[in-house]
């Protein structure tokens, strides 16, 4: 069973950087793809973007292109998301998710989900 939880949102200010990270509990080689998400209050989820759990090659949806950058680290079963320049907008709650099956790196469908971390960014 895929475990996953996320760490490092908080309150910052508007320009700075930060790196949530997400802690990947789950039996050796069934991750294939991990995603971050993020949903702002009485808004939809959106997927801010996917990693290739292998290969590392990245994907970002709409919201994730430009000042957002996925990452991994295999060894230690982690997955980060820095932004970079926050702004008011980005204020969310960020979660991410993992794919136990193999699928299109752009793919929205995950088997696993965490509970997500608070970002709120004050202007």
């Known amino acids: 069973q895929v475990q996953l939880a996320e760490s490092g949102g908080g309150l910052v200010q508007a320009g700075e950087s930060l790196t949530l990270s997400c802690r990947i509990s789950a039996p050796p080689y069934t991750i294939y793809r991990v995603a971050w998400f993020r949903q702002a209050a009485g808004q939809e989820s959106e997927l801010v973007g996917t990693i290739d759990w292998r290969f590392a090659s990245t994907y970002y949806g709409n919201s994730g292109k430009g000042r957002f950058t996925i990452s991994r680290d295999t060894a230690a079963n982690m997955a980060y998301l820095k932004i970079d320049a926050l702004k008011p907008e980005d204020t969310a709650l960020y979660y991410c998710?993992?794919?136990?099956?193999?699928?299109?790196?752009?793919?929205?469908?995950?088997?696993?989900w965490g509970r997500g971390t608070q970002v709120t960014v004050s202007s």
């Open positions: 998710a993992a794919d136990d099956e193999l699928r299109d790196i752009s793919s929205r469908t995950f088997t696993s």
